[in-house]
């Protein structure tokens, strides 16, 4: 198993939490995480870097969960949309 296969596994099992760098530098002993991760990047996961460091300077890491299905609103048929979107603009109206 590669480095990028190890640390694409961790991330999995991990569920979209975030893992720190350090953990992928110390406890899994892979120094160049960072490239490992640009890797999977390229090969089509997607993988979120945080806008935040720890006080050490490492950044979280997380893999997104793709979504497979249509959002709610599309799976819908036109009746409950159409009803729906009755009810958003009568709740808007500045007479109720």
């Known amino acids: 198993m590669t480095q990028a296969d190890r640390i694409l596994k961790k991330l999995k099992d991990y569920n979209g939490a975030w893992i720190n760098g350090q953990y992928f530098n110390t406890t899994m002993m892979i120094s160049q995480y960072h490239t490992r991760i640009h890797e999977l990047q390229h ?34 048929s036109p009746q409950t949309f159409n009803q729906d979107k009755e009810l958003e603009t009568l709740t808007q109206s500045p007479f109720i």
């Open 43 to 76: 090969r089509g996961h997607k993988i979120e870097g945080s806008s935040f460091t720890d006080k050490y300077g490492f950044k979280s890491y997380r893999l997104l969960t793709e979504r497979k299905t249509a959002p709610p609103e599309f799976n819908r």
